[in-house]
């Protein structure tokens, strides 16, 4: 069966970078999407980037404002999300997603129905 499975969230100081890490198994990892969603206390989550099947393709929502840095290892099957100048606002609960299908041009997020499976989330704390 799918499963997504991340590591790499802590406590970083503001300014800080981490590189979160998304070890996926059960599907054909190189035929389908995969994102980064975040979810910060008390509000609700938020599309933070997509990239297509091969990892050639990579979309960010608007807030990254190219702090954030999307990669895909198709051969170990692993998803990354770079993140530096990290702010408080970053706080928050990252989960790795795997869409339904594999994209070409920009991606434009629809909906959650966007994504069909998972992870159980790595949380990011963003303190001094």
């Known amino acids: 069966q799918v499963q997504l499975v991340e590591s790499g969230g802590g406590l970083v100081q503001p300014g800080g970078s981490l590189r979160l890490s998304c070890a996926a198994s059960?599907?054909?990892?190189?035929?389908?999407?995969m994102g980064w969603v975040r979810q910060a206390p008390g509000k609700g989550r938020e599309w933070v980037s997509v990239t297509n099947g091969d990892g050639r393709i990579r979309n960010y929502a608007d807030f990254v404002k190219g702090r954030f840095t999307i990669s895909k290892d198709v051969a170990k099957k692993s998803l990354y999300l770079e993140m530096s100048s990290l702010q408080s606002d970053d706080t928050a609960v990252y989960y790795c997603?795997?869409?339904?299908?594999?994209?070409?041009?920009?991606?434009?997020?629809?909906?959650?129905?966007?994504?069909?499976?998972w992870g159980q989330g790595t949380p990011v704390t963003v303190s001094s």
């Open positions: 059960g599907f054909a990892f190189a035929s389908y999407a």
């Open positions: 997603a795997k869409r339904p299908v594999d994209y070409v041009g920009t991606y434009h997020f629809a909906g959650w129905s966007d994504f069909d499976y």
